[in-house]
């Protein structure tokens, strides 16, 4: 589902870059030569002309990106690549207009396809010809022998000219490899990725196709002030064409308003809209005894839902056995999105901040009618494989030949946009059933859910909230409690129960809320247990 690298090596890894200017001559835009960039002739561009450009790309037959010289990006490693570092004094935008310079990736053996770049101004587009005078590498470095044109794996923003950070070393978005994109969100760690579509993820006897940002389109900034950068992307693969508009915000966190219109050029068996891939390899609730000396290793640790009917979801992730696929069902839907919820430091003891990982969240604009969010989940055995997947999938698969439209707004931050009034799951923790200072019974499993705030607050001394749970499979045995945590923490509760009578080793789909006055005081929370 991602290029098996060592993710943060590879964030840390990626190269700093720097500006161009933009002027008007004769009435055609024109870059200032001076900063040493070269371009391509000026030709018209508008979302509508991008639009108009993959839908005639999705009647011809697949040609793909370019791969110039093969063999010798192959030499250009995961080493030598990290050795290139792009020049910041050409860096798009360094001395304005607008806020945010931008900079780019060089290809090597893990990105190998070509990105065209552009940068927009005036309803026109030219094309930055790559050259590799735009980059530092050593004398010897392969990566000399690249024909001028060949093009770039990626971009990045930095942060702006003008801020408390110094541009030159901080981004805050990168696009690199297929339809990749990340952000750093409030908390100015890279973690989890978005993807501007996801086709086939995890479908029996089918291969995942991943389609690419071919081409991108820098908007120049019209605004000096604004804390917006908009670019335009459009997307290939064999199965779809599509046009991208992101409008992407500085603020606290990282916004970005998000416009797609695909057109299909064959049938798709699960269509992903607006996918989030997340890596979780094991927390609180289940960890093999030594696998690793931190208590904690995530960049998110579950999928949060809010349904169109109003119901808030917490489903905590897994690392299950083997691939599973879980389908939420809901008819427009007001949100969902992997969370980090977990920022407590010595949870994790690592120095890469898993502390710090955004969350995100994808909010649609308009209506997406029925479907479900999915939810795929690998096995991993190390934290460099991202092996988490949740996505909308659309009840109707757009046809070949169709044009399809959609848009939402998609939140890199510390926490959910909209988060429920009820009390939030905080934690969830496994164990053998029974009681201690008994014999623990076989085949029986117990369950500790931690849940924080809300009406849990301010609950009169005496009372307790009630167990509302269900089960697919198994049954609830007498030994239920819902206790007050004792750390002193006002609204802090947790509920334990005992599973039985599971047979087999199929996974049981576990729901449960607490209430108080027989109204709902928590969110709802989900898991899938998986028997052993």
Excluded at 106 to 115: E, M, N, P, T
Excluded at 136 to 163: I, N, T, W, Y
Excluded at 185 to 198: P, T
Excluded at 392 to 418: C, K, N, Q
């Amino acid at each position: 589902m991602s290029p098996t690298l060592d993710r943060r090596a590879l964030l840390k890894a990626v190269a700093a870059t720097s500006a161009i200017g933009l002027v008007m001559r004769g009435g055609q835009p024109a870059l200032a030569a001076e900063k040493g960039l070269k371009f391509g002739d000026a030709f018209d561009f508008s979302f509508d002309t991008l639009k108009q450009m993959a839908a005639r790309m999705s009647r011809d037959v697949y040609v793909g990106p370019s791969h110039p010289d093969p063999e010798i990006l192959q030499q250009i490693d995961y080493d030598a690549w990290g050795k290139i570092s792009y020049d910041t004094d050409l860096a798009v935008f360094a001395d304005g207009p607008g806020k945010f310079p931008v900079t780019f990736f060089h290809l090597g053996r893990f990105f190998q396809k070509a990105v065209q770049m552009h940068v927009v101004e005036g309803g026109m587009a030219r094309e930055i010809v790559y050259s590799s005078d735009y980059f530092k590498m050593p004398a010897d470095s392969v990566a000399h022998k690249l024909p001028e044109g060949a093009g770039f794996a990626g971009l990045r923003v930095q942060e702006p000219r003008d801020g408390e950070l110094d541009w030159r070393k901080n981004d805050w978005v990168a696009f690199l490899g297929a339809s990749y994109l990340r952000s750093i969100g409030e908390l100015h760690q890279y973690g989890l990725s978005a993807r501007g579509l996801a086709l086939d993820t995890a479908v029996y006897g089918k291969a995942e196709e991943f389609p690419d940002f071919t081409q991108i389109f820098i908007q120049t900034p019209e605004n000096g002030s604004s804390d917006s950068l908009t670019l335009f992307a459009l997307l290939d693969s064999p199965s779809i064409t599509g046009a991208y508009r992101f409008e992407m915000t500085r603020a606290a966190g990282v916004v970005m308003d998000i416009d797609v219109t695909l057109y299909p050029r064959a049938a798709i068996s699960r269509f992903g809209i607006a996918p989030l891939t997340s890596m979780y390899w094991f927390s609180e609730t289940a960890k093999p005894t030594a696998i690793d000396w931190r208590p904690e290793i995530h960049d998110s640790d579950g999928l949060a839902l809010y349904t169109g009917v109003g119901e808030h979801i917490w489903r905590p992730l897994n690392n299950p056995p083997y691939i599973t696929a879980s389908a939420f069902g809901d008819e427009n839907p007001r949100g969902f999105g992997l969370l980090q919820r977990d920022r407590n430091f010595d949870h994790y003891q690592d120095g890469v901040y898993y502390d710090r990982r955004p969350s995100a969240w994808v909010e649609p604009k308009g209506s997406w009618g029925k479907g479900a969010v999915q939810l795929i989940e690998l096995s991993t055995d190390d934290e460099i494989h991202d092996n988490i997947v949740a996505m909308w999938v659309p009840e109707v698969t757009p046809a070949p030949g169709s044009e399809f439209s959609y848009g939402y707004r998609l939140y890199w931050s510390a926490d959910e946009p909209d988060p429920t009034p009820l009390a939030r799951c905080v934690a969830t923790r496994l164990s053998n059933g029974g009681q201690p200072g008994q014999p623990r019974p076989k085949g029986v499993r117990k369950f500790m859910v931690e849940f924080l705030g809300g009406p849990l607050t301010d609950v009169p001394f005496g009372v307790k909230p009630k167990i509302e749970a269900t089960t697919s499979r198994g049954t609830f045995t007498d030994y239920q409690l819902v206790e007050a945590v004792p750390d002193g923490v006002a609204g802090h509760w947790r509920a334990q129960f005992d599973l039985a009578g599971v047979e087999g080793t199929d996974p049981v789909e576990i729901r449960l809320f607490l209430s108080l006055d027989g109204k709902p005081a928590t969110e709802t929370w989900l898991f899938q247990y998986h028997p052993f």
